[in-house]
């Protein structure tokens, strides 16, 4: 009988080290997908909606320039990111976003492709 309370016990114990590291662990930083072109649409995105209002934060931002007449630029408190005008990419920017106001263009279609989000 003592042979299996300790097998248990270890078993038990072991799974607890397992859990534990998990317990304190980070959520995943969210995830904001920008998208300029083929045609003259720029969009940003969280899943499938457009992106409105964001909390401020550490967000992934991923860009996916399809066109290379366009160019996806970024620009907020203490950020101002872009991709280049000529290439056709996918680019992945870490960015830590501060409340305000952040506007996303593509530079040389600024009068017909831009958009805006709200960082609360």
Request: some cysteine.
């Amino acid at each position: 009988m003592s042979r299996i309370r300790l097998t248990l016990a270890a078993l038990v114990g072991g799974s607890l080290l397992v859990a534990v590291p998990a317990l304190g662990g980070t959520a995943a930083t969210p995830t904001l997908t920008g998208t300029d072109g083929p045609g003259f649409t720029i969009t940003l995105k969280r899943g499938a909606g457009k992106v409105k209002s964001v909390k401020a934060g550490k967000y992934r931002i991923v860009i996916k320039d399809r066109s290379n007449i366009h160019n996806f630029h970024l620009t907020g408190p203490g950020v101002n990111k872009k991709t280049s005008v000529g290439a056709v990419s996918t680019v992945t920017w870490t960015l830590t976003l501060k409340k305000g106001t952040y506007r996303y263009v593509c530079d040389p279609h600024a009068s017909s492709m831009k958009g805006s989000f709200k960082v609360t």
